[in-house]
């Protein structure tokens, strides 16, 4: 953000009518406006702040098909072809980025670089992964040892991956698209865009909100639950070569740039105290001490990296779908005119440019065999079932809930989304919502969505 100008654009000026209004101006909604723009489909862009003002600017912007431990479970949950189409989406978004880039001449730093899992206990789940992948047509391979600075029980590793700089991608992608900024959506009613600066009337409309806001139909805030995740950007540390993502409870992410080392870990659900459990990686979280996952991230790189030095932090909000998957597709069958792209999980680079391709192949009606597995209207899953059964239950005891949390006694602690109690997050001073994440600053400002609106006060 500090090295990086998107230059500003000017609210909607008034009603308007055109073939496809797309919501959000993040790397998702303008790489779909721009697909449909080379397809001879006019977009708009409405965005409630600014271009990359919501996760694409908190990413560590990993291109990368190795999407944690997914295509074993792929493949037994929705069969080979179903998990190809998975597989292959996101290789080819990758090559996509790589195109897109090379044709336009843009300055992101993208590097081509190989990406790992890593365990300090699991081998047998790493080899089945790297079999899948393999099965799938990744170049993927299990290794002892890598570059991290400590041993490992094993590494799958996926060649030809890729990191860059998403939002210097963003400003020059975004050139090319029509984008209204400060333009929040109120209402959307059939083919009406509401917005309090005008209406926007179209044939399609995309939902590419990090969270969709509107409940009936598509029921995503019984779909989906939000997580918190924290880096650290750590100067003076050796690059390291490839990315590598702990598999095991709460391990942790690396990812160079240049000789900054982005450190990440000791994420939870939103609005919950959970961590993780014991070992070298596994510290219990104290109780009640603020910006302690930062102070423990700070430590494991110094233990790791002695020497290194804090630069920045920050942390980010990823929406989990229950079977890993993302929803890519029509936002419902009742809304056949809508679309959505949500529920990427950690994987937002990826899924934004997969999500562009289907879209735009769905709405011009050009084939397009990956969309099955993305599909909202997917078949229900075991193990969505299961996850749906613990998503229920934070959602029962947030809405039952009815202690007062610490933090500003003047703000009603209760979402304005569904009703959840929220919780007073000490660590960065915000009420966030553990039922479906919505979050709010100590005054009640809404930070993340699917809420719409802030707080309400005790004096109004």
């Known amino acids: 953000m500090a090295g990086t100008e998107i230059r500003k654009r000017e609210p909607l000026p008034g009603d308007r009518k055109v073939s496809a209004a797309v919501i959000g101006a993040g790397i998702a909604g303008i ?3 721009y697909f449909l723009e080379k397809a001879g489909v006019s977009a708009v862009v409405l965005e409630a702040d600014r271009i990359g ?7 560590t912007a990993k291109i990368t098909s190795q999407h944690g431990m997914i295509y074993d479970g792929l493949i037994r949950t929705f ?4 998990a190809g189409h998975y597989a292959r989406a996101n290789e080819d978004a990758i090559r996509e980025y790589e195109r897109l880039i090379q044709e336009k001449g843009i300055e992101c730093d ?3 670089c190989p990406a790992g899992l890593y365990s300090l206990e699991e081998e047998v789940l790493l080899k089945r992964e790297a079999e899948a992948a393999r099965a799938l047509g990744i170049e993927a391979s299990f290794e002892k040892k890598c570059e991290l600075p400590f041993s490992v029980a094993g590494v799958t590793i996926f060649e030809r991956q890729a990191r860059f700089h998403p939002l210097k991608f963003l400003a020059q992608i975004a050139e090319e698209v029509e984008v209204y900024e400060q333009t929040k959506v ?5 083919n009406r865009v509401e917005t309090a600066r005008g209406c926007v009337e179209a044939d399609f409309i995309v939902f590419a909100v990090h969270f969709p806001f509107i409940n009936i139909p598509g029921y995503y805030f019984a779909r989906m639950y939000q997580e918190r995740s924290y880096v650290e950007a750590m100067k003076g540390v050796k690059s390291l070569e490839g990315m590598y993502l702990g598999i095991d409870e709460q391990g942790l992410s690396f990812r160079s740039q240049g000789e900054t080392l982005l450190l990440g870990g000791y994420g939870h659900r939103t609005g919950t105290k959970q961590a993780g459990k014991g070992g070298i990686f596994h510290d219990a979280v104290p109780k009640g001490v603020g910006g302690c996952r930062y102070g423990m991230l700070r430590d494991k790189a110094q233990a790791l990296f ?3 030095e804090e630069i920045a932090r920050w942390s980010a ?4 779908t229950l079977d890993k998957v993302p929803y890519i597709g029509r936002f419902s069958r009742r809304k056949p005119q809508w679309y959505v792209a949500t529920g990427f999980g950690k994987w937002g680079m990826t899924s934004a440019m997969v999500s562009a391709r289907v879209l735009t192949a769905l709405i011009t009606g050009k084939p397009c065999p990956e969309a099955d597995i993305f599909s909202p209207q997917r078949h229900f899953t075991a193990r969505a079932a299961k996850e749906l059964a613990v998503h229920g239950g934070h959602t029962v005891k947030g809405l039952a809930k009815h202690l007062i949390p610490s933090g500003n006694r003047e703000i009603i602690p209760n979402c304005p989304h569904m009703g959840c109690r929220l919780e007073w997050n000490p660590e960065e001073e915000t009420y966030d919502c553990p039922c479906h994440g919505s979050r709010f600053d100590r005054e009640g400002h809404l930070i993340d969505d699917p809420a719409q609106t802030n707080c309400r006060r005790r004096s109004e």
Do not use: E, H, I, Y
């Open 306 to 308: 002695p020497g290194c």
């Open 317 to 320: 909000q990823d929406c989990m």
């Open 31 to 33: 790489l779909t406006a």
């Open 186 to 190: 109120l209402k959307v009613d059939g």
């Open 79 to 82: 069969g080979q072809r179903m």
């Open 53 to 59: 003002s919501g996760q694409t600017k908190n990413t």
């Open 110 to 112: 993208f590097t081509w």
